[in-house]
């Protein structure tokens, strides 16, 4: 679902109208944010401070009855437009992420928080019917990095398999979707599914609820069309909002950080409302000494955590399902500290709709 490999993928940006225009990034306070300015220059959009970003929303915009789900299905895909592709990781990451805009052209509208599935082309040589379609999470708002409403970003990391015998890729293992996206030009033609999924939609008929999201690599997808419409774009429920957006994002090391710049100029402008976690494994270490994971750094702020969320926090997890275990007794704990049974504790954050996971 999500991918690896070496090849830069640099392919010039299109812009789609007056009101959006490609920027530069600040400077971030961590090693290599020079490296990740450079080239995540041209991936993100601002707003115009002019338009105002409403002509997609429901009516309340907070109704969730209104999301739009599986307009197209695998027999009868739509197909869109590649309309760029470029490397949003830095030489010392260990795997190529790609960050992918492609248009709809306004016929495949989706919510944050919701996946399109790709359909790769070819044939599976396994059995020689069509490659199957893969999901991938969103990572733009509804209206698109362009803010026109017509287009859709994913972050895709391309999978490849390193062969001990052959001491290098083996082509017949690679990821056949994240390798076609990833290598993918302006352009292209790309059959896409859905929108779909509901799981991860943001509840904001509450607009003071303190939103909890932890991914590692590619999961971050979700929470940058969350952010995005809370504090980049001016939104219904962004002028609205007063909780608090808590990140944590868990990858290799500082050149394996994704958008970045993104979340620095965010904490400069909303510092009482937006707050950033990294867990580099490669780079930092836990507690005890080893290396610091997603879930260990989700621990250290273990006890805030259970406490915004018996106060009515949503919490988020999006990436590889290993993080799961370690955090989920991370809790365990906390609870059985507080003379909690935590599994009591876990079924009424589930039945007030506020555990969502997506996790693969």
């Known amino acids: 679902r999500r991918g690896l490999a070496n090849e830069v993928c640099e392919v010039a940006m299109l812009a789609f109208t007056a009101a959006a225009a490609a920027v530069g990034y600040m400077n971030a306070p961590l090693a290599g944010s020079r490296i990740m300015s450079s080239r995540m220059a041209g991936v993100r959009m601002e707003v115009a401070a002019a338009k105002k970003q409403d002509f997609l929303e429901a009516d309340p915009y907070w109704d969730q009855s209104t999301v739009p789900v ?21 030489p010392e990451a260990t795997g190529e992420t790609c960050h992918i805009i492609m248009s709809h052209e306004g016929k495949m509208p989706y919510w944050e928080g919701q996946s399109y599935g790709v359909i790769p082309p070819g044939t599976n040589p396994k059995n020689g019917k069509p490659n ?26 391309r999978a490849t398999y390193w062969c001990p015998e052959l001491k290098a890729d083996d082509p017949a293992k690679k990821g056949v979707c994240s390798n076609y996206l990833c290598d993918a030009g302006p352009g292209d033609d790309i059959k896409l599914t859905g929108p779909s999924g509901k799981v991860m939609l943001i509840p904001e008929k509450d607009p003071s609820v303190d939103l909890i999201m932890v991914a590692t690599g590619t999961g971050i997808a979700p929470y940058r069309s969350f952010i995005r419409r809370l504090f980049v774009e001016k939104t219904p429920f962004g002028a609205a909002y007063s909780g608090l957006a808590w990140l944590f994002l868990g990858v290799a090391n500082t050149d394996a950080l994704l958008y970045d710049d ?31 994971y997603i879930q260990d750094k989700v621990a250290e702020y273990a006890d805030e955590v259970f406490t915004r969320m018996d106060n009515g926090a949503h919490m988020y997890f999006c990436g590889l399902k290993g993080m799961m275990p370690g955090i989920t007794s991370m809790l365990e704990k906390v609870s059985s500290d507080k003379g909690l049974v935590w599994e009591e504790k876990l079924k009424e954050w589930k039945k007030a709709g506020q555990w969502h996971v997506e996790v693969y």
């Open 262 to 292: 993104e979340w620095q100029e965010v904490l400069s402008s909303h510092p009482d409302n937006f707050r950033v976690d990294y867990a580099l494994s490669r780079e930092q270490t836990n507690k005890d000494g080893g290396k610091m």
């Open 132 to 157: 199957s379609v893969r999901l991938y999470s969103i990572a733009s708002s509804r209206y698109g990095d362009d803010m026109t409403g017509t287009t859709t970003s994913l972050c895709v990391r």
């Open 70 to 90: 599986n307009t197209y299905k695998n027999k009868s895909p739509f197909t869109g437009k590649i309309m760029s592709v470029k490397r949003i990781v830095g």
